[in-house]
């Protein structure tokens, strides 16, 4: 068995093969050193075959644990090995024995989605955590956890979970469709997943919401969604999901019924900032300036008297910067990436509006739709309002005022024809029963 999978593996040097004797029995062993947990190995396998025990009792004792299995399938005996198995022989008989070494024992804490008040628990990159992590929250013995495996080359793991007195079983079926179908070779990223099963790829916005939180997650379970964790990634998946599921923060859970209503709201007006903000600012100084009181017209007329070009080019010209510095915050180190978009922004911004490039309300224009944008607690959510933003801004450039509400009414009937696994994207209210319709068994009024 060593010899035929050294060959197969091409004899790689962290390979490790030996035969083992102890006197009633024979053992070839083999396994990855650095794929392996050594304590598992030892107290499992190497310590009761070196008691010597009858071999009638040996297989007893491999019979009792769970981790053990047979692997009667040479061809399957490299996949086991590079998974994190031992592979033992035993009187022409091959065992496998799970001992996939755990890089991390403990959850993380929150980076993204960060709560004043509530639980700090953030998933991790081991699977099997993560669904504990999902099960303390969600103590519920209607909890079903179903495993995929995705990815020709990579083999990743991927759980499905769901309240299987809620669930909505025309959602479960047409997910189940999709990973079934699909067909990537390596599954490295929740992101990844995320675009496999979202269907077509030319959506403005998401359809499935991306979490680092297990009360979230069990939040959402509790309302009949679909949970998805996959091994490797941080980050689980949620579905069907609604416009105000991305506008929600797990602080309004824990917040006063009033004061999670008023941050709500906030974000919301928020929202309608970024987007069109930049585009109202074009329309008003060059096609519609009736719009406000003489002295605001005045005003900003007075501020953009040194700028040598219209207002879009100004616009776009500050737009750029501040994505450009965004862009910089993200990917330049933690320790340093702040201090510099800082330093930069403020040195850039002062310096081109003394220059006379842009006026003094456009400083003010892009500072308040950067921050805006930053309120919105879902970041997939947020780029694409940050990108729906220069599509306002490139009508305003055509049709001004006009063309600004053309667009947001359009925008409104995208939101209501746009679905997230067949339910409705913009729906404001989904009675807590409703997926009990779709379950077999159970009847809907």
Known sequence: MIEQIRAELHNPSDFFGD????????MELCYFPSLCDQTLIKDGLLVPFSYRFHPDEFERLISSNPDFGQADRPEEWSKLLLKGFVLFKIDDQVYSYEVQRKFQQKPDTVQIEAALQGPQTAFTEDLDLNIGLVRLRYNEPSLCVEQHVIGEISKTRVTVLYDANLVNREVLGLLNERLNRDEMKTLRAAGQLLQAISGVRHRLFPIVLQTERPDRMATMLERGKVALLQDGSRFGLILPVRLFDFMHAMDDDYESFWMSKVLLVLRYFAMSFTIMLPAFYIAIVSYNPEVLRVQLTLSIAGSRVVVPYPSFIEVIIMLFMIEALIEASLRLPRYIGSTATTVGGLILGQSIQQAGLV?????????????????????????????????????????????????????????????????????LYIPKQEAQMHHPGKKGG
């Open 359 to 427: 006026s003094s309300i456009m400083i003010i224009v892009t500072s308040v739709v950067a921050i805006s944008n930053f309120v919105i607690p879902n970041n997939g959510f947020g780029y694409s309002i940050r990108f729906i933003k220069y599509i306002f801004v490139l009508i305003s450039m055509f049709y001004g005022l006009i063309g600004i509400v053309v667009l947001f009414f359009a925008l409104i009937v995208y939101w209501c024809n746009l679905r997230s696994f067949g339910q409705p994207y913009l729906t």
């Open 19 to 26: 035969t083992l004797d102890n006197g009633y029995l024979q």
